[in-house]
């Protein structure tokens, strides 16, 4: 397949070029140029094959949710001129991330189940089980690392630490829940479950801005609503659209991104199989059909539509 692994465009007026795990940013004065590759991370790791369609899925899901949560926080998004390509504003970033959760599932049950009943200076209640509903959402934020692995921190430690002013930290809480509610209303529109996501701020022209992408599978976590409270009370696991099944594989194969650990090998069947879970997650939360965007040099059709939107928009 003609998947996006890496580019090394050049592009007329750029000042600057970041390679994220998923993501290559290119920066201009007033704006960032974000292409969505195929590549894939789990544990902070970026996998050695990439996964076709993935980063076409993930950049049109946020376009999607972007566009419908404009009422509820400014955001970042100002076009697509790609299918894996967003541009938007150049913001001064705030150096935490705003993970939010509605349920007791992945690192949080992890944690709830070694015997810790705090998590981010959160108190978690006694007696749950794995993918219970928490009785309100609660906000774990982490540090936001450029390289390795982002921390757990706790609002006080947050303020104390002077990463953000408690004003706007307590602004930063506000939008969370707000955007966590709206997208938990549209995810129950498509028979879902948004059981927890992450959201990431930034400061434009003096107003907290959303940035970023959200509600895409990378980042967040997703239970069908059918049969949940069933599966709950049997003690099944949940039928869920999340990436977590990548990261259950690799646990099961011996790797956590832990030093000295090896990743297995990633067979085209394997890959095959991701990519269709991924295109399955855009259907199923978007309620739209999804469109692959076959092309010989995909490469090349990214550089020229992003030339072709500076050219008339710089």
């Known amino acids: 397949m003609n998947t996006i692994n890496t580019t090394n465009f050049n592009f007329p007026n750029q000042t600057d070029f970041y390679k994220g795990k998923v993501r290559d940013v290119y920066s201009f004065e007033n704006l960032l140029v974000m292409v969505a590759s195929d590549r894939i991370s789990a544990f902070d790791v970026v996998l050695p094959r990439a996964i076709p369609y993935k980063g076409q899925v993930l950049n049109q899901i946020a376009e999607h949710f972007l566009k419908a949560t404009r009422e509820v926080v400014p955001n970042w998004l100002i076009a697509t001129p790609d299918p894996n390509v967003s541009v938007g504003l150049k913001c001064e970033t705030y150096p935490v991330e705003m993970v939010v959760r509605g349920y007791l599932a992945g690192h949080a049950w992890r944690t709830y189940k070694s015997g810790l009943r705090v998590l981010c200076g959160v108190t978690l209640p006694e007696g749950l089980k794995e993918n219970d509903r928490l009785p309100t959402p609660i906000i774990t934020p982490t540090t936001k690392a450029h390289e390795g692995h982002d921390e757990d921190i706790s609002r006080e ?15 930063l809480e506000k939008y969370t829940l707000a955007l966590f509610a709206k997208g938990t209303e549209m995810a129950a529109q498509q028979g879902l479950i948004l059981v927890d996501t992450k959201y990431e701020f930034g400061k434009k022209d003096n107003q907290i801005t959303l940035i970023d992408e959200i509600h895409i599978s990378d980042s967040s976590r997703y239970f069908y609503s059918e049969g949940y409270s069933e599966r709950q009370e049997k003690g099944e696991s949940q039928k869920q659209l999340s990436k977590e099944f990548v990261r259950e594989w690799l646990i099961a194969n011996g790797f956590q991104g832990k030093e000295g650990q090896r990743i297995p090998e990633m067979s085209d069947e394997w890959i095959n199989q991701i990519s269709e879970r991924y295109i399955e997650l855009f259907e199923k939360v978007s309620g739209k059909k999804f469109i692959k965007a076959i092309d010989i040099d995909v490469l090349k059709r990214v550089e020229t539509n992003i030339n072709n939107y500076l050219a008339s928009n710089q």
């Open 157 to 171: 430690e947050i303020i104390s630490q002077g990463l953000v002013s408690e004003e706007e930290y307590a602004q």
